[in-house]
């Protein structure tokens, strides 16, 4: 992956590898007023790992895949970090919203 591509796949979408066999991933999106919603696929070793989301004040709505084998460590600016295993799922139940769709009102 080219650094500009890396940048805006680590950074903007906030997907990440903390371990090189993407055995482990962090999910961090960028809390920036000018950026509002992203959406990020990345084809590992391990299978996809996905996080597409959309930010309004304080409010996210994100769906994550991560992939088999993997665990994911979701950080959102103000809310608790959640560790998320392989699979598309709402992160942790926290939630309440759709399966896959996560709800988070700022703290």
Do not use: F, Y
């Amino acid at each position: 992956m080219g650094a500009a591509s890396a940048w805006i796949q680590q950074r903007i979408g906030g997907l990440a590898a903390t371990a090189p066999d993407w055995s482990a991933l962090t999910v961090a999106p960028v809390q920036d007023d000018r950026v509002r919603w992203a959406r990020i696929a990345h084809d590992t070793v391990r299978g996809r790992a996905a996080v597409s989301w959309m930010r309004t004040d304080e409010v996210w709505e994100m769906t994550v895949e991560v992939p088999r084998g993997a665990t994911a460590t979701l950080a959102l600016p103000g809310h608790p970090v959640t560790t998320l295993p392989g699979g598309r799922h709402d992160p942790a139940g926290t939630c309440g919203g759709p399966a896959g769709v996560c709800r988070l009102s700022g703290a």
